[in-house]
């Protein structure tokens, strides 16, 4: 029988699951010490739990975790993680070291049912939503778990796609029995799925980030698909009914397209769409995938789109390109292993 993961469980999990077993009520407490504070891999580990009362936790549960399977170094620091997942499928993770900063860019699914015409994960279509012990994982099992400061849902797949067991992360990240982490150090990332979005917004106080790539309809559409059933005005709408003046912030991230979305008619038009919202804008080269004609923007470009937006009301920087010889983009790496298995069978 395939046992039960620990690892996601939150406090009032935990208090059902030793009640079941008939352990006393503060042993949930010191379980979820030992999962959350001391991130422990075994039951083994948890010393201050008689012995009797780990043999019961053990025949139907265990801590569930799992280290990464790959790890790829970039000249600049940057580490991309591969882990497999229970299914036996790929996730990445990647840690992006920076002065006094260290990034966590966390995996939500396997693959992505969004389809967006520059992403490597959408390219492998979508095989399975990420449990909340396997986006806990990635957190817990990497060498530089104990020096990270900020975590980014970023990575494979769209968050709010997978909203409750991403909500459930979040409550476990942030939670006084989980990790104590403040959620200003947390953002989401979203091409703008209104339904999840609405969710965390109501039940979260994390940072937001949204995909948005065009300021126009028409042309978004034709490089997100999700902007026929959530057009980014609607998103923009429900965004401006929410506080970000205060301890959560938004950010809109915007790839700039050589030919294709860095003009002067973009930058007049993202200034009149976003008017009215506290934000910022992060511009973002391309990393190059393969099939897609699509190239980044020249540098001079990017500076010009970035001096027109401040200028002009909208806070804007140009995110700086990390891990471009580690196969940079979201599910490079998990594809060629993907492949590199397919081809061994």
Known sequence: MDKIALVGKNIDELKDIVSELGMPAFTAKQISEWLYKKRVFSLDEMTNISAKNRALLAAKYDVGRSLPVQAVESTDGTKKYLFRTEGGHFIESVYIPDEDRATLCVSSQVGCKMGCMFCMTGKQSFTAQLTTT??????????????????????????FDN??????????????????????????????????????LERSNCHLAISLH????????????????????????????????????????????????????????????????????????FHAIPGIDLKSSTPEKMTFFRDYLTSNGVTSTIRRSRGEDIFAACGMLSTLEKEKEEAQQ
């Not at 990635?138 to 968050?159: D, H, K, R, Y």
């Not at 009914?241 to 050589?258: A, N």
């Not at 002067?264 to 200034?271: K, P, S, Y």
């Open 163 to 200: 909203t409750l067991a991403m909500l459930r992360s979040l409550e476990i990240l942030t939670a006084d029995y989980g990790y104590g982490w403040s959620p200003r150090r947390i953002t989401v990332s979203s091409i703008g799925l209104i339904p999840g979005m609405k969710v965390f």
């Open 134 to 159: 396997e986006i806990l994982n990635q957190i817990m099992s990497i060498p530089e778990a104990e020096t990270l400061t900020n975590l980014v849902f970023m990575g494979m797949g769209e968050p």
């Open 214 to 285: 065009s300021p126009f309809s028409e042309e978004r559409l034709k490089l997100m698909p999700i902007e026929k059933s959530f057009p980014i005005a609607k998103v923009l709408d429900e965004i401006r009914k929410h506080d970000f003046s205060h301890q959560r912030r938004v950010s809109f991230e915007y790839i700039l397209f050589d030919g294709v979305n860095d003009s002067m008619r973009h930058a007049v038009e993202l200034v009149k769409l976003l008017r009215g919202i506290d934000c910022r804008v992060n511009l973002i080269r």
